[in-house]
């Protein structure tokens, strides 16, 4: 078996940035530190935080007052916010920049009075945060049938954002239907969707066609790395998200295979690994690394937390 290692994969800056700030946020205030929702959507990272004492809600209820509180990297509503301060919790706000970008974009377009339409996912916790920003003046849409649907009060004042982790070419694909309707409406001067949500998925896109099954380390509630293994299979590619090794179906593999494996913005690399592992194991794999863009990109650590880590 030959199996391509795709570069770039796994973490992102974002998630780096938000496992750093769980990890420092631990060891300097002790467990419990809770979390609202899932620090990162990932399986096996949320499991190893649980075991070091972290404890994830989805109702800041379920949290003492006064408690250390961190905001995970998919971003909250100013609703949490309030009700944080309310209960007197010590937050550490782990959002990610990118995703704080898009807030901040979505708060412009309603000062300016405009009808924000939000390319995204339904329930997904990023785009739960970002309408919170301006709930009466965002409406979501999630194909291109739903903005031939769309009925605005006033077509001048239209803008659009997305949610960070889409599919490119689905976003582009609701773009060109927005633009096709509404001429004039307004969009962010710089892509919403994030570097390494594209990246990974160009790398998926290029490498792909070369092999006869794609195997993307990641969860199922992970949107970007869903997406990984969509633009796999509309390339007629069989295509499996998997959590771990242990997940890879028995009839899935033959040892003559070319195999593509990669990772979403929140997949570990020891997943990869041992994954990897189990290829060379079971199939004495050989491994090439296919390298389609570098990444260095860094985002700091929040406020609260950076005296923390120069002690």
């Known amino acids: 078996m030959k199996v391509i290692l795709a570069s770039p994969r796994g973490f992102c800056a974002g998630v780096n940035m938000a496992i750093e700030s769980l990890d420092l946020a631990l060891q300097a205030f002790g467990p419990p530190v809770y979390v609202y929702h899932e620090i990162v959507h990932n399986k096996h990272v949320v499991e190893q935080f649980r075991d070091k004492g972290a404890v994830f809600v989805n109702d800041l209820s379920e949290v003492p007052e006064g408690s250390h509180l961190m905001f995970s990297a998919h971003g909250i509503s100013p609703e949490v916010r309030r009700v944080a301060k309310s209960r007197r919790l010590q937050t550490i706000d782990a959002t990610c920049p990118l995703v704080t970008k898009v807030h901040l974009e979505a708060i412009r377009y309603a000062r300016e009075g405009n009808t924000i339409i939000l390319i995204g996912h339904e329930g997904h916790d990023e785009v739960i945060g970002t309408m919170g920003e301006a709930p009466e003046a965002i409406v979501l849409v999630e194909t291109p049938l739903d903005v031939e649907r769309l009925e605005v009060a006033d077509e001048s004042r239209l803008a659009y954002l997305t949610q960070t982790t889409l599919s490119v070419d689905d976003a582009d694909r609701i773009i060109r239907c927005l633009r096709k309707r509404f001429p004039n409406i307004q969009g962010p001067q710089k892509e919403d969707i994030c570097y390494a949500t594209q990246n990974r998925q160009e790398a998926v896109h290029w490498i792909a066609p070369e092999a006869n099954v794609v195997l993307v380390l990641g969860s199922q509630n992970s949107s970007n790395s869903l997406r990984l293994a969509e633009i796999a299979a509309d390339q007629g590619i069989p295509s499996y998200l998997i959590d771990s090794a242990e997940d890879i179906g028995e009839h899935w593999l033959t040892p003559s295979d ?40 860094y985002f700091p650590l929040p406020k609260t937390l950076r005296t923390v880590a120069e002690k």
């Not at 199939?283 to 863009?293: N, P, Q, V």
């Open 258 to 297: 070319t195999v593509l494996v990669t990772a979403g913005a929140s997949a570990p690399e020891s997943v990869v690994e041992q994954c990897i592992d189990y290829l060379k194991e079971h199939y004495d794999a050989t491994i090439e690394i296919r390298s389609i863009r570098s990444e260095d990109v």
